[in-house]
């Protein structure tokens, strides 16, 4: 079946920090990809995607490519701010299905 | 655009009791799915709906059940509830269009959840 492995968290850093969060997979098909964040108290947000192979996903700074041939997507940022403190998860979605695989989530925390 | 709405936020229940939690999706939005979250287990998808009809069923027991109204509005219910039933719910709409195949699955839209305490 379908599963997200994603790196155990939390993780702390200081502001303007470089931040990488490890996401693999193992999916049935060719899957699309995704990054949600969650912010204390509140529901996922879609933070970015990628439907294909090599593609990028881009949004507030953070970035995630989609490397087919180690089944990664890896969360990128180069700068964090203390605003990016939240909860990532990374997610699979198999062609046709709108059923989300999720990772177990890595709680990030930056300080000032 | 009004977003994915759920009610109620919060709620306490005790074991052996029923729940039944709503989600309004975004207007024109006619797929509705739903999560249960849980330290423990993390998020673990239960069901989908779409035009009024299960699509997919996530590995939950029969306690756990759900219908789509006509206005794409989704119920879940949660019958004889256990202390591990304790949990957010989410519920999560897209424009998906068709049912299968090469459906064009949209973006997940995400409500804040309902939280459910059992005691």
């Known amino acids: 079946g379908d599963s997200v492995t994603q790196m155990e968290g939390p993780v702390t850093l200081s502001e303007e920090a470089f931040l990488t969060i490890n996401c693999t997979y193992t999916?049935?098909?060719?899957?699309?990809l995704f990054w949600y964040v969650q912010y204390p108290g509140e529901g996922l947000q879609l933070l970015l995607k990628?439907?294909?192979?090599?593609d990028k996903g881009s949004n507030k700074g953070f970035e995630a490519t989609y490397r087919k041939e180690t089944t990664s997507f890896h969360l990128e940022k180069g700068s964090v701010q203390v605003s990016d403190s939240a909860v990532y998860f990374c997610?699979?979605?198999?062609?046709?299905?709108?059923?989300?695989?999720f990772g177990t989530g890595t709680r990030l925390t930056i300080i000032p | 655009k009004a977003g994915v709405t759920q009610t109620p936020r919060y709620l306490i229940k005790t074991r052996g009791q029923q729940v039944t939690l709503s989600c309004s999706p975004i207007?024109?939005?006619?797929?509705v799915s739903w999560y249960q979250q849980t330290p423990g287990q993390g998020l673990q998808f239960l069901f989908e709906?779409?035009?009024?009809?299960?699509?997919n069923k996530g590995n939950f027991p029969g306690r756990f059940s759900g219908r789509q109204f006509s206005n794409s509005r989704s119920e879940m219910n949660v019958s004889t509830l256990e202390l591990g039933d304790s949990a957010l719910y989410l519920c999560?709409?897209?424009?998906?269009?068709?049912?299968?195949?090469?459906?064009?699955?949209?973006?997940?839209?995400f409500g804040e959840g309902s939280r459910l305490t059992v005691l």
């Open positions: 207007s024109g939005h006619r797929s």
């Open positions: 990628a439907t294909k192979a090599d």
């Open positions: 997610a699979l979605r198999n062609f046709g299905n709108e059923k989300l695989t």
């Open positions: 709906y779409f035009s009024e009809t299960q699509r």
């Open positions: 999916a049935t098909g060719y899957p699309s």
């Open positions: 999560a709409s897209s424009s998906r269009l068709r049912t299968s195949g090469d459906a064009n699955t949209g973006e997940l839209f």
